[in-house]
């Protein structure tokens, strides 16, 4: 039910986000859901992407500071209250987000939002026993 | 005008005499007292009889930091510790200091030669100084502190920092004399004017400034913008702290107070004593120091001597600006750093080749330290918090051993420059 989510290390200067899609692209990665965290010095950039392991792969030869982090791909109803639903879920079990962001497409009818707590499994048996659907990584990657 | 003139002016025969006579009790004493001495002394065959004139000195080993080091903390004091007053301490290449000791009368004789140094700014029993330099483990504070007591002058001991209490003092007291880094001084200036003093209307008349290198382009900045006449004066805590020279008011270099200590200047890379005048590496012998007396010390500060006798009267021969270093330390806000301190703190935390870079400015007078850092992929990690984290205790861990405030600044791999496979450290953009 994890998916692999791939995180760079990235300073705060012009061109770097440019020069890490360049290095995906020219690698046939295609990139699924990003977001960026930053600070006055540098930031983080969180990429899900079609093959995590090759990404991973490409971009350190490329000189980059990488790391894999396990993740959830949640299916959150695109209505309103849709993400309070899935929210109120892990707040009730006591799991705290450090986290998420939401995915570029959509996954049918849902929104997909990746979500990182550090407890992952609790947090996957507490949401599907809601019946809230997670994806698997095979389907985020095919997506 | 000088403190001591029977010593000041004596005849350059009469200091060489004087000067032997004194390095042959030193000599004897490191060898009887101090293993480390008497070790080196025999490999290089040399007993202390076979010291019979001045000359003679170029036969013995050099001393380094790396020997202070590798006795640390005590092991090259030439007294019990019975005998030890007090220690100062500096920064060492890593993380251990450099300590020296003195006894009660190398406390008096720092003493006795800062009243010297102070005489040649002019002062007097009727000065106030104001000791701008850090107290504490560092030798600046407290040992301007001990000499202008012994002047008899009134000493403000108000140690480093808070320029605005500086400035009411300055106003309030009356101060006629200021000690501190140039640097500091400069920035005291344009905090000052920037607060509408009139440092023409205050009664300042010197400032002795040292423990950094600067210019004959400060010295005119500093006289104009505080209205006082700016001298230099040189130490290092090895060898006493401030007051081993001194500029007179000729300035025209600093007068090393040779009944002391014996300079010499050497090629950096072969170790041969230079021909007079020529520019080296400043090598000192303490001939009177008691609790920690140094066998040339290689100082790796780049001067030369000036033997011309002097407009002032003093004999002692004079040492030029330092111009640089033959190591890699740095001087931030006085204070002694060597980019070797950082690798130090990197290795701590488990890095095995740690890649960083000490990047120096000078904005508004203030140095300022950055630390770049490349993130190594075990130390990187996906949230902000936990880099933010690394960098706060990198800072912390990197102050305290540097004893400066420092900033550090995670960056990217690769992004430090790598020259001919050997890192480069240090990016200097200081402009003195």
New interface residues.
């Given amino acids: 039910m994890k998916v692999k989510?791939i995180?760079i290390?990235?300073?705060n200067k012009s061109g770097?986000l440019a020069q890490v899609t360049r290095v995906l692209g020219d690698n046939g990665i295609n990139i699924r859901a990003l977001a960026i965290?930053?600070?006055t010095?540098?930031g983080?950039l969180?990429l899900i992407v079609n093959d995590p392991d090759r990404a991973y792969r490409v971009l350190r030869e490329a000189?980059?500071?990488?790391?894999a982090?396990d993740v959830i791909a949640v299916e959150v109803l695109d209505e309103p209250g849709g993400l309070a639903g899935v929210l109120a879920v892990l707040q009730e079990a006591n799991l705290n987000i450090?986290?998420l962001y939401a995915f570029l497409q959509k996954a049918s009818k849902a929104a997909l939002v990746v979500f990182?707590v550090e407890q992952l499994d609790q947090a996957i048996a507490a949401l599907q026993a809601k019946g809230i659907r997670i994806l698997s990584g095979e389907e985020v990657y095919a997506l | 005008m000088y403190w001591d003139r029977e010593y000041e002016t004596m005849s350059r025969e009469q200091l060489r005499i004087l000067q032997l006579e004194r390095l042959k009790l030193t000599i004897e004493r490191v060898y009887r007292n101090v293993p480390f001495y008497r070790q080196r002394f025999i490999e290089a065959g040399i007993k202390p009889s076979s010291i019979r004139t001045l000359e003679d000195l170029r036969r013995l080993p050099f001393t380094t930091k790396q020997d202070l080091r590798d006795n640390y903390p005590f092991g090259l004091f030439a007294v019990p510790m019975s005998d030890v007053v007090r220690v100062h301490a500096s920064s060492g290449t890593t993380g251990k200091p450099t300590v020296v000791g003195y006894t009660q009368n190398d406390i008096n004789t720092w003493a006795e030669l800062i009243a010297r140094s102070l005489t040649c700014a002019g002062a007097t029993r009727f000065d106030v100084v104001q000791n701008a330099y850090g107290y504490g483990l560092f030798t600046g504070g407290l040992g301007l502190h001990f000499g202008v007591e012994r002047l008899g002058a009134t000493v403000v001991p108000v140690s480093g920092g808070n320029t605005r209490r500086q400035l009411m003092l300055m106003q309030d007291f009356g101060t006629t004399i200021l000690t501190c880094t140039p640097s500091y001084a400069l920035y005291m200036a344009e905090e000052g004017q920037k607060m509408g003093l009139d440092f023409k209307k205050l009664p300042l008349k010197a400032g002795i400034f040292g423990a950094e290198p600067w210019s004959e382009r400060m010295r005119q900045q500093l006289e104009e913008k505080l209205d006082l006449m700016a001298l230099d004066i040189y130490g290092l805590s090895e060898i006493m702290g401030p007051g081993v020279a001194m500029e007179c008011a000729a300035k025209q270099g600093m007068h090393i107070w040779e009944d002391h200590f014996i300079p010499e200047i050497i090629d950096p890379a072969t170790g041969e004593v230079l021909p007079p005048g020529e520019q080296g590496e400043l090598v000192i012998t303490t001939i009177t120091k008691e609790a920690f007396p140094l066998i040339r010390y290689r100082t790796r500060d780049i001067t030369r001597i000036d033997p011309e006798p002097c407009s002032c009267g003093r004999t002692h021969v004079r040492i030029k600006r330092i111009t640089g270093r033959s190591d890699d330390m740095l001087i931030i806000r006085g204070v002694n750093v060597f980019p070797s301190q950082v690798e130090s703190v990197l290795l701590e935390f488990g890095e095995t080749e740690p890649h960083y870079l000490l990047v120096v400015d000078r904005k508004e007078n203030l140095d300022s330290l950055e630390i770049w850092v490349e993130?190594?992929?075990h130390m990187?990690?996906?949230?902000?918090r936990k880099?933010?984290d690394l960098e706060y205790r990198l800072r912390e861990r990197i102050e305290s051993v540097l004893g400066i405030s420092a900033r550090v600044?995670?960056?990217?791999?690769?992004?430090i420059p790598r020259s001919e496979g050997k890192a480069k450290r240090v990016v200097d953009r200081r402009q003195i």
């Avoid at chain 1, 000189?63 to 790391?67: A, I, L």
């Fill in positions: 989510q995180s290390f990235l300073e770097r965290a930053d600070t010095d540098f983080i969180r000189g980059f500071t990488v790391s982090t450090e986290y990182r | 993130v190594a992929e990187f990690s996906d949230t902000v880099l933010e600044k995670l960056v990217e791999p690769n992004t």
